[in-house]
């Protein structure tokens, strides 16, 4: 199966970010082959190709006479012709890191209300609580955290670095770590997600296209978690009235056809549509219930 450049370069963005909209990649064929080898799968609407394994995608270009074993033989497709190459041609054009784009932030930037301890390779380590301060672990660390702690993800990575500005939106009696799920959006999260049997909360922007994000990249992940939810405060329409914000609406219609089988997200999104006002999820640090 003959690839084109434009098509490697859409896949390395899936690999990258783990989720682009199908039509992004013209080629149906393409798709019912990555998703019959259970490489990606697609969402309903809107309709967006998730990553499903990395390896089986490397795999899959492997078959079709491509020699790609990682995310870095990817460029050479992208930036030469789409004919099939021998693995040591591709070296000989890549030779430089620097040339190459490279993954050292694979892994997962958090932050804590409070230090709180977590293994790494299975020994113990202390994630500090300090303000304007993120924590980041890579991912050939092996991530073990209690399983009382609750995971919240946040769509904007800002909330990472000024948590505590945060802090009355959650219980105080309970454990929290907050994850960036955007700055530092890879595929690893992803699989981190899928494996997480904690109970997770969204942090996201009040808008149609942050509830899409985590109706139908993130949410599909979580499987295995005791619980998860879309973080909707107490009264929080009303300050969602008060800041009046009617910016970003028109820009989100490609997500009005969205749905939630959960009624407080359902309702919220039906607010959303009818008011066809938003707000950014950083001005809830101002946001009193």
Request: hydrophobic share 35%.
């Amino acid at each position: 199966m003959k690839i084109t450049p434009k098509q490697f370069e859409k896949i390395k963005e899936l690999i990258q970010v783990g989720f682009i909209k199908k039509s992004d990649i013209s080629s149906n064929k393409l798709i019912n082959e990555l998703i019959n080898c259970n490489a990606i799968t697609k969402t309903k609407k809107p309709v967006n190709l998730l990553v499903n394994n990395e390896t089986a995608i490397y795999g899959f270009l492997r078959r079709c006479g491509y020699k790609v074993f990682n995310f870095d033989d990817l460029e050479y497709f992208i930036n030469e012709d789409s004919e099939p190459k021998d693995r040591i041609e591709i070296a000989s054009k890549n030779n430089s890191t620097k040339d190459r784009d490279s993954k050292s932030f694979n892994g997962l930037m958090v932050s804590v209300f409070q230090d709180m301890e977590i293994l790494l390779n299975n020994k113990s380590f202390i994630l500090k609580a300090e303000n304007g301060v993120g924590t980041f672990l890579h991912y050939t660390n092996k991530i073990t955290i209690a399983s009382d702690v609750i995971v919240v993800g946040v769509e904007n990575p800002q909330i990472i670095w000024n948590i505590k500005k945060f802090r009355h939106l959650f219980d105080e009696k309970k454990k929290y770590i907050f994850i960036s799920m955007s700055e530092y959006k890879t595929n690893y999260q992803y699989r981190w997600l899928q494996e997480l049997r904690n109970e997770y909360i969204h942090l996201g922007d009040f808008d149609l296209a942050g509830i899409s994000i985590y109706l139908n990249t993130i949410l599909p992940r979580l499987k295995n978690c005791t619980k998860s939810t879309f973080l909707i405060p107490d009264s929080i329409y009303d300050y969602i009235k008060k800041i009046d914000y009617k910016k970003d609406f028109e820009n989100q219609l490609q997500y009005i056809d969205i749905k939630s089988k959960d009624k407080d997200l359902q309702k919220l999104i039906d607010f959303i549509k009818n008011s066809k006002i938003t707000l950014e999820s950083e001005q809830l640090a101002n946001f009193k219930s």
